[in-house]
């Protein structure tokens, strides 16, 4: 199945240890993904490995809905945090999030990894790739550290 790669570099006002607590919270998924609204029966029974639902809400002609449960695999190693989905339609996320401290604050490495038959490959990159860069976004407004 075809592959597409896509990266974002960005920064965060905020330590590196806050943004790895945050993006280890799998409730911190639902806004943070504009598709995800809720988690559910999260495991984190094993060091390093955070295992949860997250539903995700698809609308089709802005008034019908679909709530698909996806299972997602967080590994931790670091300062980095790997996460691991199968989707519909056999599309796989494979996405990482390397932290790294950038002055005051973060500067955050992530890369998205994503397979998908031919047929899905250029509508799943795209969609991906908003959501990458609203990710950007929503993550530095939620962890911005207050001035005053």
């Not at 896509?6 to 993904?33: C, K, Q, R, W």
């Not at 504009?34 to 559910?40: E, F, Y």
């Not at 190693?77 to 990482?96: I, Q």
Request: hydrophobic share 45%; proline share 7%.
């Amino acid at each position: 199945m075809p592959q597409k790669v896509l990266t974002n570099t960005f920064h965060v006002d905020a330590a590196p240890e806050a943004v790895f607590e945050h993006l280890t919270t799998p409730e911190s998924y639902i806004g943070l993904s504009p598709l995800v609204v809720a988690v559910k029966d999260v495991d984190r029974s094993e060091p390093g490995v955070i295992r949860y639902t997250s539903i995700e809400r698809f609308r089709f002609l802005g008034v019908f809905t679909h709530d698909n449960p996806i299972a997602v695999t967080l590994l931790t190693e670091g300062l980095s945090v790997r996460g691991d989905v199968t989707s519909p339609g056999n599309v796989r996320l494979v996405y990482r999030f390397d932290l790294a401290p950038d002055g005051p604050g973060t500067r955050v490495d992530d890369r998205l990894e994503i397979t998908a038959p031919w047929f899905l490959t250029a509508f799943a990159a795209g969609q991906a790739r908003k959501v990458q860069l609203a990710r950007a976004g929503i993550l530095a407004e939620r962890l911005a550290v207050p001035v005053g």
